[in-house]
T-cell receptor
């Protein structure tokens, strides 16, 4: 079975620090990769998508993709308490999600 | 958003009862999905449909059934065969391929919390 795995949490960082979230996938043919943020009791919302090897930056968020190593990561710079949520990695071929990493940013 | 409406927000099931969760969309997207989320867990794919009158099983289809008679609607029935139905259920759709930026991006409804009485 195709798998998407995320580093186990919870992850706790102080306000202003960089939070690093990692995801690996098993299907080497995967083409599209997504990071969703989910606040407790709410539905996921897309924050980043990446399709090519390398880095993609959007504000404080940077997605990194390495297809050869089959991993995708999300960096959050200058972490804020409002970033505290569960972050879900998704891989497009069959829309599977990782288990999620819960991030807490402490003031 | 993807214009997805899920109802009800909360649902209670008695033992041996079938219940149906509603999912309606208004943006004419072909692909629709049902996910289950348990506390502290990620999303697990139950069923998905790429086109009207066609649907495919996901990873945890046992105890669930779906229909796709209309493009706008993708209801999920939790049958009595599903022995542990308590979870948060999410319906999603994805925009058509209008370029790589839109490919397979998911839009989610607000979810239905199902509990067993």
């Amino acid at each position: 079975q195709k798998e998407v795995e995320q580093n186990s949490g919870p992850l706790s960082v102080p306000e202003g620090a960089i939070a690093s979230l990692n995801c690996t996938y098993s299907d080497r043919g995967s083409q599209s990769f997504f990071w969703y943020r989910q606040y407790s009791g709410k539905s996921p919302e897309l924050i980043m998508s990446i399709y090519s090897n390398g880095d993609k930056e959007d504000g404080r968020f940077t997605a990194q993709l390495n297809k050869a190593s089959q991993y995708v990561s999300l960096l959050i710079r200058d972490s804020q308490p409002s970033d505290s949520a569960t972050y879900l990695c998704a891989v497009n071929n069959d829309m599977r999600f990782g288990a999620g990493t819960r991030l807490t940013v402490k003031p | 958003d993807g214009g997805i409406t899920q109802s009800p927000k909360y649902l209670f099931r008695k033992e041996g009862q079938n219940v149906t969760l509603s999912c309606e969309q208004n943006l004419n997207h072909d692909a629709m999905y049902w996910y289950r989320q348990d506390p502290g867990q990620g999303l697990r794919l139950i069923y998905y449909s790429q086109i009207v009158n066609d649907f495919q099983k996901g990873d945890i289809a046992e105890g669930y059934s779906v229909s796709r008679e209309k493009k706008e609607s993708f209801p999920l029935t939790v049958t009595s065969a599903q022995k542990n139905p308590t979870a948060f259920y999410l319906c999603a759709n994805s925009a058509p391929g209008q370029g790589i930026a839109w490919r397979e991006k998911l839009f989610f409804g607000s979810g239905t919390q199902l509990s067993v009485l």
